[in-house]
Every structure is written in structure tokens, then in C-alpha cells.
């Protein structure tokens, strides 16, 4: 086996290794930042709860309400996009 031979055959080894190292570390940062996400959308939606209900127990009847337009306000009836 000649020198460019074995030079060339570590060369690809090294290569397909950081590819594979890159990939796999590519995957968790997107599972990392979809369960932030996902955090994110599960404690808008527990505040969202939680105003409702302290509405109601107010007995405003904005509680009534508020759950048409979703979390943040987006929805029928606002003016938000």
C-alpha cells in the first residue's frame, strides 16, 4: 500500500468521524430547543388556565371570553395578527 494511498484512506476515515460527530450533535440541538418550545407552549397555556379561572372566581364573566382568543390574545375578535 503506498504513502497517498494511506494517507488518503485516514483522510476519509477522519472525514466520515466529524461528519457523524456533527450530525449527531446537529440532532440534540434541535431536540433541545423543540422541548424548549414545547415548555414554552404548555406554561402559556397554564397562565391561560389560570386567568380564566381568577376571572371567573371575579365573576367579570371575562373568563367566559377569553378562551376564544387563545393564548397571547391571538384569535377571532382581536386585533392581533
Known amino acids: 500500500m503506498t504513502t497517498k494511498r494511506k494517507l488518503l ?6 472525514g466520515a468521524l466529524a461528519g ?3 450530525g449527531f450533535a446537529r440532532l440534540g440541538a434541535c431536540a433541545h430547543e423543540r422541548h424548549a418550545h414545547r415548555r414554552a407552549a404548555f406554561e402559556d397555556r397554564v397562565a391561560d388556565v389560570c386567568v380564566r379561572a381568577a376571572e ?3 365573576g367579570d364573566g ?7 382568543h387563545g393564548p397571547r390574545g ?7 395578527p
Open 9 to 14: 484512506i485516514g483522510g476519509l476515515a477522519l
Open 20 to 22: 457523524f460527530g456533527a
Open 56 to 58: 371567573r372566581a371575579r
Open 62 to 68: 371575562a373568563g367566559e371570553r377569553a378562551h376564544l
Open 74 to 80: 391571538h384569535g377571532p375578535g382581536t386585533d392581533a
